[in-house]
């Protein structure tokens, strides 16, 4: 069957390089609502979503997170925007939420021929002190736990194509 939003889904892919050029604050307003909009658990809205633009945090949270890989590379891939997702660690399902809120961030942003990569080690990063000591910059809760992140920007080249489906992923009973 075709449709729009199913083709978007399907050219959806995990971007890699950006163009330093920053996303316009209307684009930027909208993934973040569309976070927003996401299913979550009991509709706790378990999840907090954190979008750094500023580029003394931007830096840091590039730091931190280069840091539990043991090197010093940049792991948001120069994107001008990093958006976090951390969840409420009381509510048994904070990864389901948070993970529903950066999928629904990742379509929008492709909708509006913006690219993004979901990027990983939130956890660990608000998880220890240095992740804590921002929250507590931030003013908010150290009950936070990450989930993840997206980079968030233009698209410096063209999304490869998406590795063909495994064998046997859809199961009819
Ligand atoms: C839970 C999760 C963690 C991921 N972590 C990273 C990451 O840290 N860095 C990265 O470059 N891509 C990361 N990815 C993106 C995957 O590598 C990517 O989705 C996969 O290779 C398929 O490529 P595609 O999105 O272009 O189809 C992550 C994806 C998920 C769902």
Known sequence: MENNFLSLIKTCRSVRAYKPQ???SEA???????GTYAPTGGGRQSPTIIAIT??????????????????????????????????????????????????????????????TVWVHREREIFDSESGKALLREWKLPETLRGVGAIALGYPAKEAGQPAARKQNYIVRI
């Open 22 to 24: 920053p996303v316009p």
């Open 28 to 34: 930027l307003d909208a993934v973040l609502e569309a």
């Open 54 to 115: 500023d580029p003394k945090y931007r830096q840091e949270i590039a730091r931190l997170n280069a840091e539990v890989m043991g090197n010093n590379t940049d792991p948001y891939y120069g994107a001008p925007v990093v958006i976090l997702v951390l969840a409420d660690g009381s509510a048994n399902t904070f990864v389901e939420d948070g993970s529903c809120v950066l999928e629904n961030m990742m379509l929008a942003a492709h909708a509006l021929g913006l690219g």
